[in-house]
């Protein structure tokens, strides 16, 4: 499988000292590392009133949400969100709020629902699987405010992130309250199997995190490297959502097994576009700013087919480029990087092995009845290797 790249317009002033790599951290405590460039630390009360928060929550809508057939499911969806979401800790309550909020695409949670309503020949997904769309929706969310401490990230689907108006200790806090609660949900339905799956993936999809660290500022990552991170890091989650729809259905083992392989081939997909909008996107459209994998000096796809495939200029350019932690916007190298990307069939070569993984992952669901259903579920892999954004 293969990784992600966001375009992402330049932020205009990004670290210029100490870049926070795998070498900075050797002795830090976690916490420590994780706020080590916090911004000046917020006044909470005033942040809770303050913060620019929709309410009641407004689940932005998906590009999933054209499929007509789980309308009423990510409706009952927002329902359970909205309820779980709730505590009597108000900062706990806003940043949540405020990052759920900001909407996204929903494609893990959607997986798990098409994937149910596939198996159940159409059915609406029951009580369990909802509460499980949800669990998968938390745990994506608390990796995302977690990412966008250790990225020190500042936008992100078009408007700031968490930390930027909450401050970091508040996002790496509330995201360990959304990790709790999917613990406290995760066990309703009752099933072991179910408690493995998402155990199992919560704990590779951190094992993802550090292996991304590590691959920071090392110009020799190649693309099987990448690609674990990958796997662990993004993969793990959409397997894990297709998985578990099979598991409260009761599929058999093969069905399971390949509802799994098209949950994690799509994640694939999904995050190898992802790589490709980081140099051919706008910020309008992907909510992101062009080139932030660039400047954090972190080797993906794009970059990897660059240093062996580039001109000998162009390679020399982006190895140094990787060994000094990233290149910012204002930087003379930044948009020579660009250019040679989006010259050298980096890209072209990045989308055809998204279009490889979705279409692994269309083979995959072919054991699936067919029906409405299934048929969004092919329509999603199509998604994955063609938007915008």
């Known amino acids: 499988m293969i990784s992600h790249y966001t375009v992402k317009q330049a932020r205009s002033s990004r670290r ?9 951290l050797v002795g830090k405590t976690g916490l420590d590392c994780l706020l080590r ?3 000046p630390k917020p006044t909470y009360n ?3 009133n303050k913060a620019p928060l929709p309410h009641p929550v407004a689940l932005a809508s998906s590009p999933a949400e054209r499929f007509e057939c789980i309308a009423a499911d990510l409706q009952s969806l927002n329902e359970v969100i909205r309820e779980r979401l709730h505590s009597e800790v ?13 909407g996204g695409k929903r494609l893990r949670p ?13 059915a609406p997904p029951d009580r369990h699987a909802l509460l499980l769309a949800a669990v998968v929706e938390f745990i994506h969310t608390a990796t995302l405010l977690h990412d966008d401490v250790v990225d020190e990230s500042d936008l992100r689907r078009g408007r700031q992130t968490a930390n930027a108006v909450f401050g970091n200790a508040a996002s790496v806090l509330v995201g360990d309250f959304l990790y709790s609660r999917s613990f406290q949900m995760m066990v309703e339905p009752g099933l072991m199997r179910v408690m493995q799956v998402l155990a199992d993936a919560t704990n590779t999809i951190a094992e993802g995190e550090v292996l991304q660290l590590l691959n920071i500022r090392d110009p020799d990552v190649d693309q099987a490297r990448y690609l674990k ?16 729809a099979a598991i409260l259905s009761q599929a058999p083992a093969g069905v399971e097994l390949a509802c799994a392989e098209y949950g994690g081939r799509l994640g694939t997909a999904f995050q190898l576009i992802d790589d490709v909008l980081d140099y051919e996107g706008h910020a309008e459209q992907t909510g992101k700013n062009l080139g932030d994998d660039l400047r954090e000096g972190k080797p993906t796809l794009p970059l990897i087919y660059l240093l062996q495939h580039g001109t000998l200029a162009q390679r020399d350019l982006v190895r140094k ?15 020579n990087i660009v250019d040679a990307v989006q010259s050298s069939g980096a890209l072209a070569f990045t ?7 979705a279409s692994a992952a269309r083979q995959a669901i072919s054991l699936l009845p067919a029906g409405e259903a299934q048929l969004a579920l092919l329509a999603l892999t199509e998604y994955a290797t063609e938007r915008s954004h």
Do not use: N
Not at 16 to 24: A, C, I, V
Not at 90 to 102: D, M, N, R, S
């Open 16 to 24: 210029t000292t100490q870049p926070r790599h795998s070498q900075d």
């Open 37 to 39: 460039h916090r911004k």
């Open 46 to 48: 005033q942040t809770v």
């Open 90 to 102: 108000a900062l706990i309550q806003t940043v949540a709020e405020y990052i759920i909020a900001a």
């Open 110 to 122: 959607v997986i798990l629902c098409l994937v149910s309503r596939a198996l159940r020949r159409d």
């Open 229 to 244: 991170v990958i796997r662990y890091k993004t993969a793990r989650l959409f397997e894990a959502s297709a998985q578990l």
């Open 321 to 335: 480029a990787i060994e000094s932690g990233g290149v910012d916007q204002d930087h003379v190298d930044f948009f």
């Open 351 to 357: 989308r055809q092995q998204a279009e490889l993984e």
